[in-house]
């Protein structure tokens, strides 16, 4: 294992040996973010049949894909913050290892409960992705950060895009549990990877994990978000969901209160609240919110019969064929977001990404009546969530100091998380609220999907504005 005693930022550029190492470093972390993204996507192929598949009711084979969603939630920020106490490195090993046993519980499960558990696991995993981005930051040079930051924070939606199309086909053509087969061997080269390649930079702000805070946030945030995913399965009209909310909420705010009073918080909230991060982590709840809706709405068109009017009749493996080169044009966008980052500054390329997202689903509100339409749609989408996601890390980390920084981008990404989603929740009810009979069985209507375009266009919008009012100026802080 290498270690560096001194991040790379401040090293001279004449040293084409670090360089290298840094260089292969970003291409395992950008693989490590790729197999960690792609493996919350494995079940959707799988979600019609997962009751059979694991004797259980719909209810209940639902949170298969709840319980990793509430697994990512948790791990992000709470994996930032150990990443800046004992060293970034040794928490991506961890995550990577996670993954390999979630992978390998939901390979041998045929049951629900061990199904969760591994799910669960697997969910927790994705604290590789804020740790990765902050570390990069310390082993890249100057010249190299931006590209290595927006490469590594594409590989989000790559692996969702690439995901699908996958497990489908191989959903299709063998056994289930080969699936998860495959993300555990994926996982085990990424921790072999991490352990040989990635270097170990000793912390600088040492001390000691905040158990309690890390206690109080997860469960805050479990509770909020099981109350947001499961709101419509219990009816809004319910008290469940409300009574989910208003206590999520309250151990939040304790939470938060605990944390200013603590000499060593789990989050330093008087960072998260200056103007700059704050207005970030807001437009990054509007932009999450924007980005979900292509993943929500353009599937079901894509699938609905063609004799409803406005279906395209797509197979699942189809639909998900059409939607990968999203994820493709995602990456390829990564570097001209550091370009754009060089040029104008991460506030102003942040607010290009949004403008570029909400274009993108104002041309689908009226561009949707043929799947090469659609695809015209997440492509156009998908570059502005390219641009945007990699403008985000570097505005947080431009805003906070290095001793801060894994925590500050995981707090960032969990914001992202919690757009996407408050959007699922949303864009679900808006499908359900507007139907038309077809043999009997109500599907959405074709102007509930038209609304769903304008709801994100909307958030989009938002993300925008919030996106401007960041100061120009960000002082950073040693």
């Known amino acids: 294992m290498t270690t560096l005693s001194t991040s790379a930022q401040t ?6 040996d670090r360089s290298h190492r840094a260089g292969v470093s970003i291409v395992v972390l950008c693989f490590g973010g790729l197999i960690a993204s792609l493996t919350q996507t494995l079940v959707i192929p799988l979600q019609g049949s997962l009751p059979v598949l694991l004797d259980t009711t719909s209810a209940n084979a639902s949170w298969v894909v709840t319980s990793t969603l509430l697994g990512g939630a948790v791990a992000m920020p709470i ?25 390998v519980i939901c390979a041998l499960s045929d049951t629900l409960l061990p199904m969760l558990a591994g799910r669960t696991l697997q969910g927790l995993s994705m604290g590789f992705i804020p740790v990765g981005i902050s570390l990069l930051r310390e082993i890249t040079r100057p010249a190299q950060t931006g590209t290595a930051i927006a490469a ?6 790559v692996g969702g895009a690439i995901g699908l199309p996958l497990a489908a086909y191989v959903a299709d053509a063998f056994d289930w549990h080969v699936l998860f087969w495959l993300s555990g061997v994926l996982a085990a080269l990424v921790a072999i990877a991490v352990a040989v390649v990635v270097p170990h930079v000793p912390s600088v702000k040492g001390g000691r994990l905040d158990v309690v805070g890390a206690l109080g946030l997860a469960a805050g945030l479990v509770i909020t978000l099981v109350g947001i995913t499961k709101g419509g399965d219990w009816g809004w009209g319910t008290a ?23 000499p060593a918080p789990l989050a330093d909230l008087r960072v998260t609240a200056r103007r700059p991060v704050l207005l970030t982590n807001l ?13 929500i709405v353009v599937p079901q068109l894509l699938q609905l019969p063609e004799e409803t009017g406005y279906g395209l009749g797509q197979t699942l493996l189809a639909a998900g064929l059409w939607m990968a080169p999203g994820g493709l044009v995602m990456m390829a966008f990564a570097p001209v977001s550091s370009r754009l980052m060089t040029a104008f500054g991460a506030r102003i390329t942040l607010a290009i990404g949004a403008t570029v997202l909400g274009l993108g689903y104002l041309v689908g509100v009226f561009f949707m009546d ?14 502005g969530v390219g641009i945007g996601y990699a403008a985000m ?25 919690i757009g996407t ?19 009997g069985f109500p599907l959405p209507s074709e102007g509930a999907f038209r609304a769903c375009f304008l709801i994100g266009t909307g958030a989009a919008l938002v993300g925008v504005v919030l996106t401007l009012l960041i100061p120009k100026q960000v002082r950073k802080e040693a």
């Open 370 to 383: 043929a799947s090469w339409q659609l695809l015209v749609v997440t492509c156009i989408s998908s570059a």
């Open 152 to 157: 590594m924070s594409g590989t989000l939606g």
């Open 283 to 295: 437009a990054a709840i509007a932009i999450g919110f924007g980005m979900l809706a292509q993943a």
């Open 421 to 439: 989603t408050t959007s699922a929740a949303v864009m679900a009810g808006v499908l359900a609220a507007s139907t038309t009979d077809f043999a």
């Open 79 to 103: 994996a930032g913050s150990l990443g800046d106490l004992f060293g970034k490195q040794r928490v991506l090993l961890v995550s990577s290892m996670v993954l390999v046993l979630g992978s």
């Open 11 to 16: 090293s001279p550029p004449d040293e084409p």
């Open 240 to 262: 469940r969901p409300w009574l989910c909310l208003v206590t999520g909420a309250v151990v939040l705010v304790a939470w938060g209160l605990y944390e200013l009073r603590h």
């Open 393 to 417: 890390p570097a505005l947080i980390m431009s805003s906070v100091p290095l001793s801060e920084a894994g925590a500050a981008v995981g707090f960032n990404a969990l914001m992202r998380s």
